[in-house]
């Protein structure tokens, strides 16, 4: 418990009394000859993010010191003991061990206070700059770790008000906006009480629980941000108002006031195209990595050599559509020719490989070209037209849209419907979106005998 609750603070201790500490003294002896501090500092500053892990613990730590006193007589009696000791200053442990987490950002103040007042000509001003930014680096290590733990600390607040059942304590998730709200009914237009969590990646949006303990909320949707778009509304009868739409649901929101509305709109609004920047970068990033990654078999040894498997763990996305991966609906597969981690639709094809006798293996798409000694186009002229996507056939063709067919006594279905240029006389029907599921699966061919 003691070592929670002080983290490295020795670590610490030791730096500034073994190292930081004599070599300012020594220097301030000689300050007639040598008057400067700033090689020193640039030195040793490096050292000072050490505070980070101290900073990071801190709030653990208050909560450990909490608990332990109430649960504990033994260690509250040696606690106030200490704290009455002349060297405490009448101060309590909470505030002695708040001042590490202060120490780095004085430094900073202190540092660029020197430097106000050091003549630019002085012999000390570049190491004293360098030392600057050195320091303000650790500062902002050591305030970025007090903004997460903060953050963590209202995300935990937060999962406690919805009951809970969200999973939303996670350092990734950042809270950036929060609020009551009016929803516009859809039938009615009637406004009903709501109250929205904004983080980085999704939007909440809750209904209000009327209980005295327990959670405040119940989540009715989550929204995430990918793929989100904000529209500004106007209704005559109810002012202020603005729609969300996402992939899951879009809501049609009235705030309190036009403030209240430009305030939800920009803070929407900022949370997307941040959350498009990190992506492309991501994605540009994931490619870039990709692109790097050597191809171990050649193309002339394909099939006849058994590759080296790209690991699962090492990718996020298929390795040629670069799509993203997913556990239920893109999932990994190997190419059993190059190694590469594809998905299933660029690993549906199936070639016969040497190192294996012969036998059939999954491929990707572009070793089974290699392969089988065949280019893109010449397989797509290999296919029958059946085995074509409409939109390939429909933007060669004589004539398409949509028609309603009727097959015996079934009802009336719509369905795509084609004449290609290059086929003699042929009408085909896709099936449409609208088509259930089973006619969808069947693509009808009728022979046209007479136009």
């Not at 505070?51 to 033994?74: C, H, I």
């Not at 606690?79 to 442990?93: A, F, H, R, S, Y």
């Not at 953050?151 to 406690?160: D, H, Q, S, T």
């Not at 990595?289 to 498997?309: H, M, Q, T």
Request: hydrophobic share 35%; with cysteine; charged share 30%.
């Amino acid at each position: 418990v003691i070592n929670k609750i002080f983290s490295n603070i020795s670590s610490i201790n030791a730096f500034h009394s073994k190292f930081l500490l004599p070599e300012l003294e020594k220097r301030m002896q000689e300050w007639t000859t040598t008057p400067r501090i700033g090689d020193i500092l640039q030195k040793l500053a490096p050292f000072l993010k050490m505070y980070g892990e101290y900073v990071k613990n801190f709030d653990n730590a208050m909560e450990l010191v909490k608990t332990w006193t109430e649960r504990s007589p033994q260690f509250k009696f040696i606690i106030q003991d200490i704290q009455k000791e002349k060297v405490c200053g009448n101060l309590t442990l909470q505030h002695h061990m708040l001042e590490p987490v202060q120490r780095i950002p004085r430094y900073e103040m202190l540092l660029k206070d020197y430097l106000r007042k050091l003549p630019q000509d002085s012999l000390d001003w570049k190491d004293a700059e360098k030392s600057l930014e050195i320091i303000s680096t650790a500062a902002s290590h050591s305030n970025s770790a007090i903004r997460k733990m903060e953050n963590l600390k209202k995300l935990l607040e937060i999962y406690e008000m919805l009951g809970e059942e969200e999973d939303i304590v996670n350092p990734s998730n950042e809270l950036i906006k929060e609020g009551q709200i009016l929803k516009l009914a859809a039938r009615n237009t009637s406004a009903q009480e709501r109250y929205l969590f904004l983080f980085n990646n999704m939007l909440l949006y809750c209904v209000p629980k009327f209980s005295l303990v327990g959670s405040k909320f119940s989540v009715r949707t989550r929204v995430g941000i990918d793929g989100m778009k904000i529209i500004e509304t106007h209704n005559e009868e109810y002012p202020h108002t603005f729609q969300v739409s996402g992939k899951e649901r879009t809501l049609e929101l009235q705030a309190s006031s036009e403030q209240d509305k430009e305030e939800w709109i920009k803070a929407l609004q900022n949370t997307i195209e941040a959350f498009q920047q990190r992506n492309e970068t991501f994605r540009n990033a994931i490619a870039k990595e990709y692109e790097d990654i050597p191809v171990e078999v050649s193309n002339a040894e394909l099939g006849k050599r058994a590759p080296r498997w790209i690991r699962d763990n090492e990718v996020t996305m298929c390795m040629k559509c670069k799509e993203p991966f997913n556990a239920l609906t893109r999932r990994r597969h190997h190419c059993r020719a190059c190694g590469h981690v594809v998905c299933w639709k660029c690993s549906d094809y199936k070639a016969h490989l040497e190192y294996d006798g012969n036998k059939l293996n999954k491929v990707c798409k572009d070793c089974y070209h290699v392969i089988i000694g065949c280019t893109d186009s010449e397989e797509k002229k290999k296919k029958g037209i059946l085995e074509i996507e409409s939109a390939e056939v429909s933007g060669n063709s004589v004539i398409c849209s949509f028609l309603q067919y009727m097959e015996k006594s079934k009802p009336w279905q719509k369905a795509w419907c084609v004449i290609p240029k290059q086929e003699a006389l042929v009408l085909y029907m896709y099936g449409a979106p609208q088509v259930c599921t089973e006619e969808m699966e069947k693509i009808l061919v009728i022979i046209v005998t007479d136009i």
